[in-house]
Structure formats: structure tokens, C-alpha cells
């Protein structure tokens, strides 16, 4: 049985952001993919100029009817991303709920885009429309660490910190948090960056259990544009297949980034010849080149479980 998923993210004439990113992996997993544009830029805001338009809350709304008037509104999941307008960001709220009066086992994936390395880069009324709104209607959410403390009030230091924080995310109504990077020290140096995991599940008799794991990630020295729009697309496609073992789930989504990632910087450094700093057009993702790792990832990154 087809699995249909509503994205409504950014979209990039050139590159691989937003949509693109998301759309490509997907449908090569063999989901459908329905795309509504948040914004179509030339390309990304990385290169020294881009143009392009922003579709606005109305618009996404009379997008959204013309879909239900065609009574084609039949969605297994939702994924969003970046936004930076709030009453845009509240007509997904609308539409999700929707949807889910529909399909009450919707799955929606958020990408709660807000920040990093602590400071916001999102208009910061935005803030409060992600924690009262969106968080409490998303099953599944792809936070970074100052994305997750922002959302909890609590800050992250160690690792039952991080536990804690997920488990305050979870009981905002997520059951799967993945928070993707983190400050944390790793266990392997100072070249792996620390992510944690953590997927709520009831019982039949009605009782909670939780998962929850650690992945360790080699660092890159580069900036990549759209490994979030993959992330949040893969790891929507791996807990499909596995929706009850977020440890699979995650060494999937781990190992496809590795992949795409390293083909990415070896091409990259490739075309920018020996001690030259790639640009932001070399460091476009290579998601065509790696439709065999997207398909079949050989898992590179072990996800340990923590409790």
C-alpha cells in the first residue's frame, strides 16, 4: 500500500534544500510525495545573492483547498521544516490538525527550525507558535541542543540532562525526539559530535515504555545547507520500516548523512583543488550520486542504547 507524505518546505531552483532534499530520498525509499513550497528561491541564502518569493498564509491555504476540493487530502505523514512567518506557520497547525481528524495515525515530522549555537535565527515570535502550537500536534521532532532547550527551559550539560529534556519534549506531545547535535563530549574525542534519541511507546496493556540511544557522528569541517531537510526525510522513512526500534531508525538516518555527506566533501574538495576551501556551489549536496546509499545504507554509525 502507497505511503503518501505532504511536504511543505523551501524549494531551491538550484541545490538540494528544503523539499529537494526531502522529496528526492523519499521517493527513492518509495514514498509519494506531495510538495507545497514555503519559499522558491533561485537558491539557498548561503551564496552571495538569491531572489525569489515567499508564499504567504493565504496562499498556503487556498493550496491546501484546492487539494481538498479534489478530495486527494489523504496523507500517512506531514513534514515541515524552516519558516520565519507565524501565521504561516500557524496554517500548518490548522492543516495538520485537519488532517488528522482525518487520519487519526497521521505522522507529523518537524523540524522545529529555530536556532543553533545560542542564538536564534528566526524572527523570535516564532518561539512560542513552535512550543504552544506546533510541538504539542508533532509526533515525531528533529530539535538541535539549543533548539531543545529553548523549547524546555533546560539547559544541557550532560547526558541525564539531555534525558530529561527529551523526556519534557515528549510529554509536550512528541513521542520520537531525536536531538541531532549536541555540546556534549564524546566517548571517541573531540572529532564525533554526540546525538541522543529517545521514542515513547504504549503498551497494549496501556503502560509507557521508552528507547532511548546515543550516536556518536564524525565531525566535518565544512557547512553543509539542506542536512536537516534530509535528516528529518530519513528519519520519517526509517521509522516507518522500523516504528518500533529507534535504534535501527537511527543508524539508518546516521549512516545515509555519513554517506551523502562524505561523497559531498570528496567531491567538494575535488573541485576546489588542494588547500582551497570549497564554495557553497562545490558544496551542494551529491543526493543524485548517492540514490544506492539512500536505498540501502551500509550502516556506518552504531546507535547504543541508553536505557
Known sequence: MECRVLSIQSHVVRGYVG???????????????DSINSVQFSNHTGYSHWKGQVL?????????????????????YVLTGYTRDTSFLEMVVDIVQELKRANPNLVYVCDPVLGDHGSMYVPQNLYPVYKNKVVPVADIITPNQFEAELLTGKNISTEKDAVEVMDLLHAMGPDTVVITSSDLPSRLGDRFLVSLGSQRKVRPDGSKTTQRVRIEVPKV??????????????????????????????????????????RTISYAHELAGPG????????????????????????VTEAKVIS
Not at 23 to 33: A, C, D, I, K, W
Not at 56 to 76: F, M, P, R, S
Request: proline share 6%; glycine share 4%; net charge negative.
Open 19 to 33: 523539499n529537494k532534499s526531502a522529496s528526492f530520498p523519499l521517493q527513492v525509499l518509495g514514498f509519494e510525495v
Open 56 to 76: 504567504t498564509a493565504d496562499e498556503l491555504h487556498v493550496l491546501y483547498e484546492g487539494i481538498k476540493l479534489n478530495n486527494v487530502h489523504h496523507y500517512d
Open 221 to 262: 569541517d565544512a557547512v553543509f545547507v539542506g542536512t536537516g531537510d534530509l535528516f528529518a526525510a530519513m528519519l520519517l522513512a526509517w521509522t516507518h520500516h522500523y516504528p518500533n526500534d529507534l535504534k535501527m531508525a537511527c543508524e539508518k538516518t546516521f549512516s545515509v548523512m555519513h554517506h551523502v555527506i562524505q
Open 276 to 299: 582551497r576551501k570549497p564554495s557553497p556551489p562545490q558544496l551542494e549536496l551529491r543526493m543524485v550520486q548517492s540514490k544506492a546509499d539512500i536505498e540501502d545504507p551500509a550502516i
